[in-house]
């Protein structure tokens, strides 16, 4: 083997296949030369395989897209119920009147629960790991940290927020989901903005 041809990988040969796509049918004679047997299903027709692998990948993004239509509504749950939450809190006279109504709120929902956290020793390890270098974080948590968040609720991905109220001190707002899918980096915080806003607001004039 010269040089050359050892330079040449597997993904030379498939970067060139996908340029090529016509290639066994300008070549079919290569057919014969390669090894196509399936231990499971025999000689396979090629066609056919492009058939399955197609109905794969369709049935793939069809369920890309439950799960988003899933989380998109879940998210418009939380959304509502924290526009809704605005005022109620804004009525609130001190830290456990808010926690009460957040709370309440997501009671009726059995996969979502939100809670706002006093930042302490007893977090201040979640709080390194996870909210550092950013003010928020979208993803999965280890069962350690999920327990220091939500010790009576099964966590599959949580929305934590930081919050820094001056006197007051500094708090996580705490969204945590059944689902290890619901909350990940990809997902936008412009809905929760303005009612974080109002929630920093509010613990100021608690101070």
């Known amino acids: 083997m010269t040089q050359k041809e050892s330079e040449v990988t597997e993904q030379h040969v498939v970067e060139y296949l996908r340029a ?3 290639f066994l049918l300008r070549h079919p004679y290569l057919m014969l030369e390669l090894k196509l047997h399936h231990q499971q299903q025999g000689l396979p027709d090629l066609s056919l395989h492009q058939q399955r692998l197609l109905r794969q990948e369709v049935d793939t993004l069809k369920q890309q897209i439950r799960d988003m239509i899933e989380h998109a509504t879940a998210n ?5 119920q924290l526009t809704q939450c605005q005022l109620a809190i804004m009525r609130c006279t001190e830290l456990n009147a808010i926690n009460d109504t957040l709370a ?7 996969d979502i629960q939100c ?3 006093s930042i302490d020793d007893s977090v201040s390890e979640l709080v390194t790991a996870k909210l550092t270098s950013s003010n928020c974080y979208l993803g999965r948590i280890s069962q350690q940290f999920a327990a220091q968040l939500f010790s009576d609720f099964e966590v599959g991905s949580v929305a934590l927020y930081r ?8 708090y996580i707002l705490a969204f945590a989901s059944r689902s290890a899918e619901h909350f990940s980096p990809q997902h936008d915080n412009m809905l929760i903005a303005a ?6 607001l509010k613990l100021e004039a608690l101070a």
């Open 20 to 22: 090529h796509p016509d």
């Open 76 to 80: 418009e749950l939380i959304f509502k």
């Open 104 to 110: 309440q709120r997501f009671d009726a929902y059995s």
């Open 115 to 117: 809670k706002l956290i």
């Open 163 to 170: 919050i820094s109220a001056s006197e007051q001190g500094n």
């Open 195 to 200: 009612f974080i806003q109002t929630l920093t």
